[in-house]
């Protein structure tokens, strides 16, 4: 989160312009106009708006998750939002407030509201914990709810009524599209469980501690490498080593978009192969479908 003072600047002209622009254009005088924070919700929103929502996600397929920064495109379609719909991911809390001032009648909804988060893992940790017992850039908790089908269930119910709350005329249609979208996410679920149905083990290795909720719903244990973003140390290194050995690991998985020079190493040091997921995919069940299928063939 750098270079605040020139995003200021383009904030602040952002909300001029805004301010001196007729609010009343062709597409938004018919269409909703949401932005939210990662590909995922944009996948939900399209489902369930359809005709009647338009959107946009500040964080792209390209960006960094870590050292993601909004384009000055982005922000100007931003200022022009309805809607904002949160997840709790990190970047939010620093920008929000930003976002907010450049565009003052602009809704914020959580569209995690209700979901109990789970906490993120000590150094490595299993993946049914309840309650966690450090603080972090997190506040302690888990952001990936999207890569549970249950928790992705709630977020599709939270949105559905924020749509129909910000626009009645269309509530029928969000509601028709949220139980279609409802079986949609269901049908992946059971064709996730069905790619893992073959498993031998049960636990997996992660450099980025993204895949907590998958873990927990499918009844894996994640052993993560980071801990409140830190590598792990030398101690570290030989417990993770005899866990490897212990549980008979294969692979070790790391984000993509991500800085995978440090990954290599540790990979070439535990003996791993080193395997690629998107925690953060466009298509939803694409993504849960090819995390399953690299876990699959990793527990095999």
Not at 115 to 133: C, G, M, N, Q, W
């Amino acid at each position: 989160m750098k270079n605040f003072k020139r995003w200021g600047l383009i904030l602040t002209m952002i909300a001029l312009l805004a301010a001196c622009t007729p609010t009343a254009t062709p597409q938004s005088a018919s269409t909703l106009q949401v932005t939210v924070s990662i590909p995922p919700q944009a996948w939900l929103v399209n489902r369930l708006g359809g005709e009647w929502v338009s959107v946009q996600a500040m964080m792209t397929p390209t960006d960094d998750p870590h050292t993601y920064e909004p384009q000055p495109a982005q922000m100007a379609a931003m200022a022009e939002s309805d809607m904002y719909m949160t997840i709790g991911v990190e970047f939010e809390a620093a920008w929000l407030p930003r976002f907010t001032n450049a565009n003052s009648r602009m809704r914020v909804v959580d569209s995690a509201a209700g979901i109990e988060r789970l906490p993120l893992p000590e150094f490595y940790a299993v993946s049914k914990v309840t309650e966690p017992d450090h603080e972090d850039e997190h506040g302690g908790s888990d952001p990936h709810i999207w890569l549970s089908p249950e928790r992705m269930k709630q977020v599709a119910a939270n949105m559905a009524a924020a749509l129909a709350e910000a626009d009645p005329d269309h509530a029928a249609d969000y509601q028709a599209n949220l139980e279609a979208l409802l079986a949609e996410i269901n049908q992946t679920d059971a064709e996730v469980s069905a790619a893992l149905a073959g498993i031998s083990r049960d636990h997996f290795m992660i450099v980025h501690p993204a895949l907590g909720y998958f873990a927990d719903e499918y009844g894996l244990t994640m052993l993560a490498l980071e801990a409140g973003g830190q590598e792990p140390g030398p101690e570290q290194m030989a417990v993770l080593l005899d866990l490897a050995q212990q549980y008979q690991v294969t692979a070790l998985f790391v984000q993509t978009r991500t800085d995978t020079r440090q990954a290599h190493t540790i990979a070439d040091q535990l003996g791993l192969e080193l395997v690629s997921i998107d925690p953060m995919p466009e298509n939803w069940p694409e993504g849960m479908m090819a995390i399953a299928k690299a876990l699959a063939g990793a527990l095999k």
